[in-house]
């Protein structure tokens, strides 16, 4: 890696077919070893059942509340300035439950991969 300043793209943002938008914040072959995208969760919205092939998750939570369902450990209720570790190849999904867009940012190592990613969600669409 190099040093370097990475200025985010706020029109950059994404919608995925997990159910919520991503805008990528440092993403890169540059730093292979970590990545940090935004997400947005609308009020009311679930994301997929999914989990990260090789690859280590956490959440830290900007705004809203959440409730997150990870591995074997329950829903938990989440808010701003908490961290969601989830270990690689765990299974994996949050929920807004307020009337505000749950913000937070998904911290990844080494750095996310699409192909890392596996829908594991057996609602459908």
């Known amino acids: 890696m190099k040093e370097a300043i990475r ?10 077919d997990e ?17 940090i995208a935004r997400a ?3 009020p009311g919205q679930t994301t997929r ?9 956490r959440y830290f939570i900007l705004s809203g509340r959440g409730r997150a369902d ?4 329950g829903p938990q209720n989440v808010e701003p300035g908490d961290v969601v570790l989830i270990p690689a190849g765990c299974r994996q999904r949050i929920t807004c439950v307020g009337g505000q867009t749950l913000v937070f940012l998904a911290i990844c190592s ?4 699409p192909e890392a990613y596996e829908d594991i969600d057996e609602t459908g669409g």
């Not at 159910?19 to 990545?35: K, L, Q, W, Y």
């Not at 990870?70 to 450990?73: E, P, S």
């Not at 080494?110 to 991969?113: A, D, L, Q, S």
């Open 7 to 16: 200025r985010a793209d706020t029109n950059a943002e994404f919608y995925t």
């Open 19 to 35: 159910r919520c938008f991503i805008t990528e914040v440092s993403n890169f072959d540059g730093d292979p070893a970590v990545s």
């Open 40 to 42: 947005r969760v609308e």
């Open 49 to 57: 059942w999914h989990r990260l092939r090789d690859t280590v998750e």
């Open 70 to 73: 990870v591995g074997d450990l």
């Open 110 to 113: 080494p750095r996310f991969r």
